[in-house]
T-cell receptor
Framework: SQELEQSPQSLIVQEGKNLTINCTSS?????LYWYKQKYGEGLIFLMM?????EEKSHEKITAKLDEKKQQSSLHITASQPSHAGIYLC???????????FGSGTQLTVLP | DAGITQSPRHKVTETGTPVTLRCHQT?????MYWYRQDPGHGLRLIHY???????DKGEVSDGYSVSRSKTEDFLLTLESATSSQTSVYFC??????????????FGQGTRLTVV
């Protein structure tokens, strides 16, 4: 099975600052997913990327998948306290439909 | 919100006792997954199912078994609970299809404590 590495493991930013979270795979990805989790709650789907070079945005969050489909980044513009939580990238190899996840990035946004 | 319900939401059990967690969906999705979440490890796949009576192991399947006798229910059983199985367990569901977005919907989680 593939391994997904996320960086950084934790991030503390001042409100209004931009930030980037990275997710790297050892294998070519069929699909790359970004989820957000608030403490003690389930995961909320943010975006899914499937094509090399693809970029999607939702409100102030933009996710990109590189051309080789092995690395993705999640960028938050002008962060707000509501963005705080754990961000997880997940990947699907396509063949077995196993969804595996990175270890997560804990984001804290200071008001 | 996707129709996915986990039960119980919280459970405390003693070492050596069997425990069953239930995941119930109303979406008729083909795929169902059980994950555990621990600090520093993110979400780790325990078992998953790709249809009724079709299941396979994930990366941390030791000590766990699953069953899926109906599309809507996916049960996770700890045959003899150990303290290392104290964790938060999440169920997820997703639709099948090679060309569709494999968005997975997650339950709210079950916090299991083994004492």
């Amino acid at each position: 099975s593939q391994e997904l590495e996320q960086s950084p493991q934790s991030l503390i930013v001042q409100e209004g600052k931009n930030l980037t979270i990275n997710c790297t795979s050892s294998k070519t990805l069929y699909g790359l997913y970004w989820y957000k989790q608030k403490y003690g709650e389930g995961l909320i789907f943010l975006m899914m990327l499937q094509k090399g070079g693809e970029e999607k945005s939702h409100e102030k969050i933009t996710a990109k998948l590189d051309e080789k489909k092995q690395q993705s980044s999640l960028h938050i513009t002008a962060s707000q306290p509501s963005h705080a939580g754990i961000y997880l990238c997940g990947a699907d190899e396509g063949s077995a439909r196993q969804l595996t996840f990175g270890s997560g990035t804990q984001l804290t946004v200071l008001p | 919100d996707a129709g996915i319900t986990q039960s119980p939401r919280h459970k405390v059990t003693e070492t050596g006792t069997p425990v069953t967690l239930r995941c119930h969906q109303t979406e008729n999705h083909r795929y169902m997954y059980w994950y555990r979440q621990d600090p520093g490890h993110g979400l780790r796949l325990i078992h998953y199912s790709y249809g009724v009576k079709d299941t396979d192991k994930g990366e941390v399947s030791d000590g766990y078994s699953v069953s899926r006798s109906k599309t809507e229910d996916f049960l996770l059983t700890l045959e003899s609970a150990t303290s290392s199985q104290t964790s938060v367990y999440f169920c997820a569901i997703s639709a099948a299809g090679a060309t569709t977005e494999l968005e997975a919907f997650f339950g709210q989680g079950t916090r299991l404590t083994v004492v």
